[in-house]
């Protein structure tokens, strides 16, 4: 009876661990399956939404200026536009005015539905068209399809769509040109870190030994007669005042600023546009907004005694004009007098391109409940006749970064897939553990008998 009971219990352990086993097996080769298909889908969508950074020289008759990427200009027009999320609604990440539940959006109609991104696109569209610079530079873009999108709806044929995907996995958000020249190479990415806070900030934040990347960021580079015109795109951390995002802003911008640097060493032109996302010290806007941070001063690499090698070329607008992004303090989605404006979008050029500017222009013909938080900055160039600077007029946020949602996900499957093998082994051990000693029992039994 002791031998039946042993052989009973030995098969039964048997048939669990193969059990057990096979189980673990079909689980892990389901997980494998999972992250196969997820990456492939991913894969395929990034092949299809980022497949617009490729040079594409056309002769001045197809509406494409420039052969071999020189242009020879008299005059040139550049912008720079925050679109507020300019999404297509369609699996927006849970941070966009488009994604379902949400009750606040530009426009404010259709929140948290497609058509309402869709809307929102035919607006922004028609206000490129309105502007129409040789160059625009736009913030918040999901992808190359939206900047096709613009371009068909815009019907400014001329265009074409340059993205280089980011890496701010949270929003999802991108800096993106639309140009009528064609640029000497490809769009390319600074991924560089820096360590926050930098030395002498003002910021208030404490903690030591941070490191930031510049997620949202591009550098283009054009041929314009004759000079080499090196174009960096900013989307810097959001919240002007907030001690955290204020440090980590200016770290942002010291990695944008050695770029800077390496540009103007190289003997470029520069300019440098986007959503900095902070206050001007030099010229304040229209609600004397004082910036906590550096991250001008960094950026137009000012040194100890005042000097700074770029142009922000907030100097030739009145005080008065001077604000590009609207902020709803309260949260009313209308706008409540010029002390929800400030200057955030801001255009900084190098002497000798700052000294060809025509005329410099916030466009303020909207309002940004209805279209965008933001106006478009508009810098205009004459190269017929080198000037002075201009003469000045007189009465002169939030990207979340996070980790990839996808690679978070995987990285807890295969974390939960570790420990049902370890699970399994352990029930493994433990059986046959329990099945030697009863054995061992049995024998010393029937050693006794």
Not at 36 to 58: H, K, L, P
Not at 248 to 262: L, N, P, V
Not at 265 to 290: A, P
Not at 300 to 305: M, V
């Amino acid at each position: 009876q002791a031998n039946t009971r042993a052989e009973r219990s030995e098969e039964m352990g048997t048939f669990m661990e193969r059990v057990l086993a096979r189980a673990s097996a079909a689980y892990v080769v389901f997980l494998a399956w999972v992250y196969v298909a997820c990456y492939a889908r991913a894969a395929a969508a990034s092949g299809e939404s980022f497949d617009c950074n490729t040079v594409e020289v056309r002769s001045p008759e197809s509406g494409f200026n420039g052969l071999n990427g020189t242009h020879s200009l008299s005059k040139l027009k550049i912008a720079s536009l925050n679109a507020e999320w300019l999404f297509d609604g369609k699996d927006d990440p849970s941070y966009s005015p488009w994604h379902p539940g949400k009750t606040s959006c530009p426009g404010m109609k259709h929140c948290g539905t497609e058509q309402g991104a869709q809307d929102h696109i035919s607006k922004i569209s028609e206000y490129v068209k309105l502007v129409n610079a040789d160059i625009l530079n736009l913030v918040e873009v999901e992808d190359c399809n939206i900047l096709r999108e613009v371009i068909d709806r815009s019907r400014v044929s001329e265009y074409s769509p340059l993205l280089r995907k980011g890496i701010d996995t949270a929003t999802k958000q991108n800096v993106a040109m639309l140009t009528k020249l064609a640029p000497t190479e490809p769009l390319y990415r600074l991924d560089a870190k820096a360590s926050y806070p930098v030395e002498g900030s003002a910021c208030g934040y404490t903690k030591e030994g941070k490191r930031t990347t510049l997620s949202k960021n591009y550098v283009a580079h054009f041929d314009i007669n004759g000079m080499t015109v090196a174009f960096h795109s900013l989307h810097l951390k959001a919240f002007p005042k907030d001690p955290y995002s204020c440090a980590k802003r200016e770290g942002q911008a010291k990695i944008a600023r050695d770029s800077i640097r390496e540009s103007i060493d190289r003997g470029h032109e520069v300019v440098v546009f986007g959503d900095f996302n902070d206050f001007s010290y030099e010229f304040q806007d229209v609600q004397d907004s004082v910036p906590t941070s550096k991250v001008l001063s960094i950026l137009r690499g000012e040194t100890e005694d005042g000097e700074t090698d770029l142009v922000n070329v907030m100097e030739y607008i009145s005080k008065g004009e001077r604000y590009s992004n609207w902020w709803d303090k309260n949260g009313n989605d209308v706008v409540d007098g010029s002390g929800e404006y400030s200057q955030i979008d801001h255009v900084l050029l190098s002497k000798k391109l700052a000294s060809h500017v025509s005329e410099v222009e916030i466009f303020h013909g909207y309002d940004p409940a209805l279209v965008s938080d933001h106006f478009p900055v508009i810098v205009s160039f004459d190269f017929g006749e080198k000037r002075g600077a201009l003469e000045v007029p007189t009465g002169a946020e939030g990207e979340t970064e996070g980790e990839d949602p996808l690679t978070t996900t995987h990285t807890a499957e295969i974390a939960l897939a570790c420990l049902v093998l370890f699970v399994v082994a352990s029930v493994v051990v433990r059986r046959r553990s329990k099945s030697k000693r009863t054995d061992g029992q049995v024998s010393y039994q029937m050693a006794q008998i």
